[in-house]
């Protein structure tokens, strides 16, 4: 069984940043060939995602309210995925979760919440003054 455990959410005035950190772990886990991705939730919406990077070549790809404030990395020699959040804006304002699926070729997808199998149960990250 793989699980997620993210963390690094909170409060934080509009303009200002945050870094979310998501923990996988599984026996025998191996994130060097896992997909992962960020997707997030606001209130009253569906899930969305926001970034994801590819396990094969490290390839990224983010959502166009994003793109240029947000960036994904990872280090899988800690079976961890980082999200840093720049330049929030209240619209940012969700519970954000990380999400992963084997797939050591190929592009990573964030059409839907289908492209990825393994889900943490969120941060929230709220933006307001």
């Known amino acids: 069984q793989v699980q997620l455990v993210e963390s690094g959410g909170g409060l934080v005035q509009p303009g200002g940043s945050l870094r979310l950190s998501c923990v996988v772990s599984?026996?025998?886990?191996?994130?060097?060939?896992?997909?992962v991705g960020w997707f997030r939730q606001a209130p009253g919406k569906e899930r969305e995602g926001v970034t994801c990077?590819?396990?094969?070549?490290?390839?990224?790809f983010y959502s166009e309210p994003v793109e240029g404030r947000f960036t994904i990395s990872r280090d899988n020699a800690k079976n961890t995925v980082y999200l840093q959040l720049n330049n929030l804006e209240p619209e940012d304002t969700a519970v954000y979760f990380c999400?992963?699926?084997?797939?050591?070729?190929?592009?990573?997808?964030?059409?839907?919440?289908?492209?990825?199998?393994?889900w943490g149960r969120g941060t929230q990250v709220t933006v307001s003054s």
């Open positions: 999400a992963t699926v084997f797939r050591p070729v190929g592009p990573c997808r964030i059409q839907s919440t289908t492209d990825f199998e393994f």
């Open positions: 599984g026996f025998g886990f191996n994130l060097e060939y896992y997909a």
């Open positions: 990077m590819s396990a094969s070549d490290g390839s990224t």
